[in-house]
């Protein structure tokens, strides 16, 4: 970590904060770097890198200046990774966009693993007002959320019934297409589960 980064207040006294640390460390008087009198907690910082330095031994070799992730590659993946942070997302995120489908079909696909399509359930939660928020394809009463809509809805069971395939029960959006893919198995599995979620 940088010491920029690590003591900002000892910074803020700094009068050259482009200086190395070789340069730094060649220095007679490390106090001539700073505009003094120092702050409190400037000072507690001063005492911690004055110590760093003086348990340090420097080389010949040439400052190196690298980037957090240890490298001096920039790469902006690994930026947005550090300002955002990494989550691990479900392989049926990157089987979807592998896939052979229309680019419609695939935006389709992957607001429905999110949750974002507008059924009825979507609607009543944004305050829309409807004659009914129960499900347009059977008579059960039924709310019209994403999973009864496109899994436990009995006309979306006779679909996936048509290429063979049972729907997991309790499972997660994205885990039941994966168990369903598994019980494809095959190549195209994914484009058929797209395109047979569209004709739903």
């Not at 001063?46 to 340090?56: A, K, P, S, W």
């Not at 979507?122 to 809509?149: A, P, Q, W």
């Not at 994914?190 to 047979?196: C, E, H, P, Q, S």
Request: a negative charge.
């Amino acid at each position: 970590m940088p010491f920029a980064s690590s003591y900002p207040e000892l910074l803020s006294f700094d009068l050259n904060q482009q200086i190395t640390v070789k340069k730094a460390f060649d220095l007679d008087e490390f106090t001539s770097l700073f505009q003094l009198p120092l702050s409190q907690a400037a000072f507690l910082q001063f005492q911690t890198v004055q110590q760093i330095l003086n348990d340090t031994d420097l080389d010949d070799t040439k400052d190196k200046w690298i980037y957090s992730w240890g490298s001096d590659l920039f790469a902006s993946a690994k930026v947005y990774r550090i300002l955002f942070g990494h989550s691990v997302l479900h392989p049926v995120y990157r089987w979807l966009w592998k896939s052979n489908c229309q680019p419609k079909h695939k935006v389709f696909f992957w607001l429905l693993i999110k949750d974002r399509l507008s059924t009825r359930n979507i609607l009543r939660r944004r305050g829309m007002d409807l004659d009914s928020y129960s499900c347009v394809f059977c008579n059960s009463l039924v709310e019209g959320t994403l999973e009864h809509l496109f899994v436990n809805c009995p006309f979306s069971i006779m679909c996936w019934n048509v290429i063979n395939v049972s729907i997991p029960i309790q499972s997660s959006s994205p885990e039941i297409f994966s168990q369903i893919k598994d019980q494809l198995a095959s190549p195209f599995a994914m484009d058929a589960i797209i395109l047979l979620s569209w004709s739903i």
